[in-house]
C-alpha cells in the first residue's frame, strides 16, 4: 500500500511513525515548546523537526489549533502565521512528508502550496468549504471521529453504541469525500481517541481496530500520552511513555498503518523489534 504524498509517497506495508510538532501554545503535552519571547522560534521548530526525522518519523504533523478538551477556536490569520512558515520551512529542509493538522479550507489550500503533503482533519471535512478545499489540493486526507467540539466534547460523551456509531460516521465520511472527487486510496481512517469518548468508549474502539483496518484504508491511531492512559495508570502527561509504547505495540498488531506519536524515536524501537520477530 502506497500513499502518494504530493512530491512525496508513503509505503505502507509496515507500520509508520508520524511525529507530533504542535506550534501552539497551548497544547496538552508540547504547547508552547518552541515559542521564545512569545513568539514562534522556526529555529526551534526546524531543529526539534530534524530530530525527529532522525529519530523515524516518515511524517511531521504539524499543528496551529490546539484541540486539547476545552480548548478555545484560533483566528484564521493567526492559524496561517503558525502554519505555514512551519510547513514552507520543514518541507523546504527535510525529506519527509509534512502533514497540516487543520479544519480550515483556508489553510489546507495554503498548506498544500507550501509542500505539505497531507491534511489531517479531527473534523473530518465537516468545515464549510473544506471538503471542496480538500479536494482542490489532490492531497491524502486523514478523517478523524470527533463527538462535539474541543471545547466541550469531554463534558458528558454518550454512544447507543460507540463502535458503530464511530464506524459508520466515518463511512459517511468516506461517502462524501468519493463524492467530492477525492478517492478512497487518497483517504486514511481514525477512530478519534479521546475526542468525545469516556474511557471505556476508548477501550472498546482499541478492542476492535480490526474494524478500521477491515476498510482497505490505512488506519492512523494517536493515543501519545493521552488521558485514556492517566486514567488507567494514574501518570501525569509527562509519565505516559510506557503506556503510550504498549498501545503502540497493540496498534502494529491489530494492523495499524500509521502511529500519530510524541516519542518517535521509542515508538520506532516498537516497531523496529515487532517487525523483526514477525520477519
Known amino acids: 500500500m502506497v500513499l502518494t504524498c504530493g512530491h ?9 511513525v508520524m511525529g507530533i510538532l504542535n506550534t501552539t501554545p497551548d497544547s496538552f503535552s508540547d504547547g508552547g515548546n518552541y515559542y521564545q519571547n512569545n513568539r514562534l522560534s522556526l529555529d526551534k521548530v526546524l531543529a526539534r523537526a530534524e530530530t525527529m526525522v532522525k529519530d523515524g518519523a516518515r511524517i511531521l504533523d504539524v499543528g496551529g ?8 477556536l484560533v483566528g484564521l490569520a493567526e492559524e496561517v502565521d503558525r502554519v505555514v512558515p512551519v510547513v514552507e520551512a520543514i518541507n523546504a529542509a527535510l525529506d519527509v512528508v509534512v502533514s497540516v493538522d487543520t ?3 483556508e489553510v489546507m489550500v495554503a498548506a498544500a502550496e507550501a509542500g505539505a503533503g497531507l491534511i489531517n482533519d479531527v473534523r473530518a471535512l465537516q468545515k464549510p468549504g473544506a471538503l471542496l478545499a480538500a479536494a482542490s489540493t489532490n492531497l491524502p486526507v486523514c478523517l478523524m471521529h470527533m463527538q462535539g467540539a474541543p471545547s466541550s466534547m469531554q463534558a458528558a460523551p454518550s454512544y447507543a453504541g460507540v463502535l458503530n456509531e464511530v464506524s459508520e460516521f466515518l463511512q459517511r465520511r468516506v461517502k462524501a469525500c468519493n463524492e467530492a472527487g ?25 478492542r476492535h481496530l480490526n474494524t478500521f483496518v477491515s476498510t482497505g484504508m490505512p488506519l492512523l491511531v494517536g493515543v501519545s500520552r493521552k488521558s485514556m492512559i492517566g ?3 494514574g501518570r501525569d502527561v509527562d509519565q505516559r511513555m510506557a503506556g503510550s509504547l ?8 491489530a494492523g495499524a498503518h500509521i502511529l500519530r506519536v510524541h516519542d518517535v524515536a521509542e515508538t520506532s524501537d516498537v516497531i523496529r523489534m515487532y517487525s523483526a520477530v514477525k520477519g
Not at 512525496?8 to 509508520?16: G, K, M, T
Open 8 to 16: 512525496r509517497a508513503l509505503d505502507l506495508s509496515s507500520p509508520i
Open 65 to 72: 489549533e490546539s484541540t486539547r478538551p476545552g480548548a478555545s
Open 103 to 105: 479544519s480550515t479550507p
Open 182 to 206: 477525492i478517492s478512497s486510496d487518497r483517504i486514511i481512517l481514525d477512530p478519534g481517541f479521546g475526542f468525545g469518548k469516556t474511557l471505556e468508549h476508548n477501550l472498546e474502539l482499541f
Open 231 to 233: 486514567n488507567v495508570l
Open 246 to 253: 504498549a498501545l503502540a505495540l497493540l496498534s502494529v498488531q
